[in-house]
């Protein structure tokens, strides 16, 4: 009898072979962080003894961890993947960054502008994405085949309905599909899986002694010398760890005693917050997550 996760497992395989087989020039949207791990992990399942039929691509902000970055490469490396790294170059030129020009316009730029730029460079007609629908409001709206327009744009109010397992596939020209095969996934389920399946995933997940400044009630890592620190700030060593990741200046670390992977599935089943609680990018303006996504965001 197939277990919980087995079912889990089966029903993401699934999706990723219904999707390659109904596309043109698929991708994997590549975040390094856990979801992406376990993403990963079936999309390398789902097609083995051959590797993934997609390259992976990371939409850099240049703000992300420094342990983020050298975890990509060595991943890639191990694993023998085409990576693809996008940089908004326009970003790039003028030095846009989340301390003088605001998390909203960070994100807008590096993000959904960078992730426009990169589908349409490379002509990818589809892209694998970790997104959850316990993760947050917008998110729990969107379908698994969860398609945009030629402009990039997501209409919460305009999505085809999925019965059952049936999915459709069919776009018009210019546009795209995000697929999302973690869709039914908790947070808790993510964890019971990189348990069971030994997956190798960021260090910053699990509690160490690291410099934060709290602000705005944020734990926030001082991660390098590019942030500027406040009159009187002065980064303080806490036991701390990560439940999601993002650019380092925008995202809050939690304290926690949990070391090891069982440590964090034990916290995690007494857990009563969102993980993106520690995201700062959604606290730019009510629903500003759905706004993002409408604009192209992931």
């Known amino acids: ?132 629908r316990d993760e947050e409001a917008s998110r729990a709206k969107e379908r698994v085949f969860s398609f945009r327009t030629a402009q990039h744009r997501w209409d919460p109010k305009d999505q085809r309905p999925e019965l059952w397992r049936l999915y459709n596939t069919r776009i018009g020209p210019g546009e795209s599909i995000r697929v999302f095969p973690l869709s039914n996934w908790t947070e808790l389920d993510v964890w019971r899986y990189i348990q069971r399946e030994h997956i190798p995933i960021v260090p910053l997940y699990f509690a160490a002694e690291r410099p934060v400044v709290e602000r705005d009630g944020v734990l926030i890592m001082v991660d390098d010398d590019r942030m500027p620190l406040a009159e009187g700030e002065v980064p303080e060593p806490r036991t701390v760890r990560f439940r999601t990741l993002g650019c380092y200046p925008l995202t809050g670390a939690v304290p926690s005693q949990a070391r090891t992977v069982p440590e964090v599935v034990a916290e995690m089943r007494t857990a009563t917050t969102s993980e993106r609680q520690g995201r700062v990018i959604d606290r730019d303006r009510s629903g500003s997550m759905e706004r993002k996504k409408q604009e192209g965001y992931f």
Not at 21 to 35: F, T, W
Request: charge should be negative; glycine fraction near 6%; include cysteine.
């Open 1 to 132: 009898m197939l277990s919980y996760l087995d079912r889990l497992e089966a029903d993401s395989i699934d999706i990723f072979r219904e999707a390659v087989a109904e596309s043109e020039r698929p991708v994997l949207l590549y975040s390094i962080g856990k979801d992406s791990s376990v993403l990963l992990h079936l999309a390398r399942k789902a097609f083995y003894p051959s590797p993934p039929p997609f390259p992976l691509l990371h939409v850099d902000t240049t703000w992300k961890f420094r342990e983020m970055i050298a975890f990509r490469d060595e991943t890639a490396r191990r694993l023998g993947l085409e990576l693809i790294v996008h940089r908004n170059p326009d970003c790039l030129a003028e030095g846009i960054n989340p301390f003088d020009h605001g998390s909203a316009r960070h994100t807008d730029l590096w993000k959904t502008q960078g992730l426009r730029q990169a589908m349409e460079e490379h002509r990818f007609d589809l892209a694998f994405g970790g997104a959850r």
